[in-house]
Nanobody
């Protein structure tokens, strides 16, 4: 089991950037696929992106492709979400998550078994 703690959320104007961090504790971090998901008020939790165990592969939902980048550091047990050209519709609570399986399409929240507490991202117009 891995314990996850997110940080880096905040308030930013549309067009701006934020970098979220996720610190993982527990054993075997490099054995986990890591993901970021978000939840806007009144909406279901939405998959944002994922990164493979080694970091060689990434996958993003269409709405963030070209704007968001996930990276990981398996030495520091960290995962990052760099968010550029933010839009108002990117507002939500962002969650870091860990899972065991890489899928090539159809990513969803139930692919992940461990979750952080979330960090709020608010994009103003």
């Amino acid at each position: 089991q891995v314990h996850l703690v997110e940080s880096g959320g905040g308030l930013v104007q549309a067009g701006g950037s934020l970098r979220l961090s996720c610190a993982a504790s527990g054993s075997g971090f490099s054995g986990y696929v890591m993901g970021w998901l978000r939840q806007a008020p009144g909406k279901d939790r939405e998959f944002v992106g994922a990164i493979s165990w080694s970091g060689e592969e990434t996958y993003y939902t269409d709405s963030v492709k070209g704007r968001f980048t996930i990276s990981r550091d398996n030495v520091k047990n960290m995962v990052y979400l760099q968010m550029n050209r933010l839009k108002v519709e990117d507002t939500g609570v962002y969650y870091c998550a860990a899972g065991r399986t890489w899928v090539f399409t159809g990513w969803a929240a139930d692919h992940f078994s461990s979750w952080g507490q979330g960090t709020q991202v608010t994009v103003s117009s």
